[in-house]
């Protein structure tokens, strides 16, 4: 009884996500003082779960700070390296045009 | 994750065209998409890390660093899961950096000393209940800090918290455990 009521109360902050099984739940509601554990255990969970609700108001300068930080040129760069990637792309699909008919002269 | 942050005054299909345009470059959309998270991402790092000051530095840099990940930015989570991800990623790089310099040092024993000098009984005759755990729980250790913020503020799972923290499972609910049970003390024997 010693021995369940200790380990009871040692996994108790793990019992606010998993019910407590077996012969610990038989102990636990058998006992007054683990039942208030348990008890205290939930409040606290509710009282940390409230916290969610809480918004910190940020430094007033957060945006702008922001803003004047961004790298410009990297989205310029992305987007220079998409417009040479398809200029590469068409330059290849012209060359295989070409020597696939380059090809077909070859065997004619 | 079950929390669920949403850009305040603009609809959802709103945000998705700002994210839209965003990718492409436009600073305008980026600009309004900060304005209206700036709130969430800063108090995401007020939370894991316990320091104003540093939160302010953590969510300027989560911003600089979405910017920058845009163009990969695909739209398979919401915006501001995606931001969540960023600004616990971020934090950590700056706790790390943190504790190499002298000036702030956010490792275990700070944060221990600070939480003891939290006693209820100071604590209690300026503060409720709730006040007086909010504060426990910024004192704790950032490792503790962290899951318990996650997990039982944001309502993460185990997973998610071990996958953005880089620990396992285990050790996350290991950390989860310790860190109610410290906070549990806060409330002495009343129910």
């Given at each position: 009884?010693?021995?369940?009521?200790?380990?009871?109360?040692?996994?108790?902050?793990?019992?606010?996500?998993?019910?407590?099984?077996?012969?610990?739940?038989?102990?636990?509601?058998?006992?007054?003082?683990?039942?208030?554990?348990?008890?205290?255990?939930?409040?606290?969970?509710?009282?940390?779960?409230?916290?969610?609700?809480?918004?910190?108001?940020?430094?007033?300068?957060?945006?702008?700070?922001?803003?004047?930080?961004?790298?410009?040129?990297?989205?310029?760069?992305?987007?220079?390296?998409k417009a040479g990637?398809?200029?590469?792309?068409?330059?290849?699909?012209?060359?295989?045009?070409?020597?696939?008919?380059?090809?077909?002269?070859?065997a004619a | 994750m079950?929390?669920?942050?949403?850009?305040?005054?603009?609809?959802?299909?709103?945000?998705?065209?700002?994210?839209?345009?965003?990718?492409?470059?436009?600073?305008?959309?980026?600009?309004?998409?900060?304005?209206?998270?700036?709130?969430?991402?800063?108090?995401?790092?007020?939370?894991?890390?316990?320091?104003?000051?540093?939160?302010?530095?953590?969510?300027?840099?989560?911003?600089?660093?979405?910017?920058?990940?845009?163009?990969?930015?695909?739209?398979?989570?919401?915006?501001?899961?995606?931001?969540?991800?960023?600004?616990?990623?971020?934090?950590?790089?700056?706790?790390?950096?943190?504790?190499?310099?002298?000036?702030?040092?956010?490792?275990?024993?700070?944060?221990?000393?600070?939480?003891?000098?939290?006693?209820?009984?100071?604590?209690?005759?300026?503060?409720?209940?709730?006040?007086?755990?909010?504060?426990?729980?910024?004192?704790?250790?950032?490792?503790?800090?962290?899951?318990?913020?996650?997990?039982?503020?944001?309502?993460?799972?185990?997973?998610?918290?071990?996958?953005?923290?880089?620990?396992?499972?285990?050790?996350?609910?290991?950390?989860?455990?310790?860190?109610?049970?410290?906070?549990?003390?806060?409330?002495?024997?009343?129910?």
């Open positions: 009884m010693r021995v369940l009521h200790h380990m009871a109360q040692r996994a108790m902050p793990s019992f606010v996500d998993v019910e407590a099984r077996g012969k610990l739940k038989d102990h636990i509601d058998s006992c007054i003082s683990c039942q208030a554990e348990a008890s205290r255990y939930r409040s606290l969970s509710r009282i940390i779960g409230s916290f969610s609700s809480e918004v910190y108001e940020p430094p007033f300068d957060l945006v702008p700070g922001v803003m004047a930080s961004l790298d410009r040129p990297y989205h310029e760069a992305k987007r220079r390296v990637a398809a200029a590469g792309a068409a330059v290849a699909v012209a060359g295989a045009v070409v020597i696939a008919r380059l090809a077909r002269r070859r | 079950s929390n669920d942050m949403t850009l305040r005054g603009v609809e959802p299909s709103g945000e998705e065209e700002l994210v839209r345009r965003a990718r492409l470059g436009d600073e305008q959309a980026f600009s309004a998409l900060v304005r209206g998270h700036q709130n969430d991402v800063f108090t995401l790092a007020n939370r894991l890390l316990g320091n104003r000051d540093l939160a302010a530095d953590v969510a300027q840099e989560s911003f600089i660093r979405a910017w920058k990940a845009m163009p990969n930015f695909r739209g398979d989570a919401k915006f501001s899961t995606w931001m969540h991800r960023i600004t616990v990623n971020t934090s950590w790089t700056w706790r790390e950096r943190a504790n190499r310099k002298a000036t702030y040092t956010l490792d275990d024993e700070f944060d221990i000393a600070d939480e003891h000098q939290l006693t209820p009984e100071l604590a209690g005759e300026r503060a409720e209940l709730r006040s007086l755990i909010g504060a426990h729980m910024a004192a704790l250790p950032t490792s503790l800090r962290a899951v318990i913020v996650l997990k039982d503020v944001y309502g993460w799972s185990h997973q998610e918290v071990a996958d953005e923290l880089g620990i396992t499972v285990s050790a996350a609910k290991v950390r989860l455990h310790r860190a109610r049970a410290r906070l549990r003390r806060v409330l002495g024997e009343k129910s």
